[in-house]
């Protein structure tokens, strides 16, 4: 497995499942915004796109399904989550600004590099994407 293999490096780049030239929305899988827990992304349309966490993922703008996994303790749930995406639109299963986009990204990749901090330690770059924002604000 990839976490305990020191070379290996979470790819943090965006990952595009809708078609080329075609309008998108922006989404990202983390954490819940409710009780913090691991919410992972295992389907959009029928199509397992790999592993999401902290991830960006485009998809087409329109009627989507997505089908997620939730942990809660002990308890696991997977739902199929079926909705209208706006084009250009950012969403963390509900509709969000860019820069709570950017955050809650942040949030994600920290929170699964402090899991991974003793065995593959790397950076978490949507955090540091918030950090070089607020310096320009300055």
């Not at 899988?29 to 349309?45: D, K």
């Not at 592993?51 to 997620?68: C, D």
């Amino acid at each position: 497995m990839c976490l305990f293999l020191a070379s290996c490096k979470v790819d943090y780049s965006a990952i595009r499942v809708a078609p080329p030239n075609e309008p998108v929305a922006h989404l990202v899988a983390g954490l819940s915004r409710l009780n913090g827990a691991p919410v992972l992304i295992l389907a959009i349309n029928g199509k397992k796109p790999g592993a999401l966490l902290g991830r960006e993922v485009q998809i087409a703008a329109g009627r989507n399904t997505v089908k997620m996994k939730y942990w809660d303790g002990w308890v696991t749930s997977e739902v199929d989550f079926a909705h209208d995406f706006g084009a250009g639109a950012y969403y963390i299963f509900t509709q969000v600004s860019a820069d709570a986009f950017q955050v809650f990204m942040c949030r994600a990749q920290k929170d699964l590099q402090e899991r991974l901090k003793n065995v593959n330690p790397q950076p978490a770059p949507a955090c540091d994407a918030v950090r070089r924002k607020q310096s320009a604000a300055l």
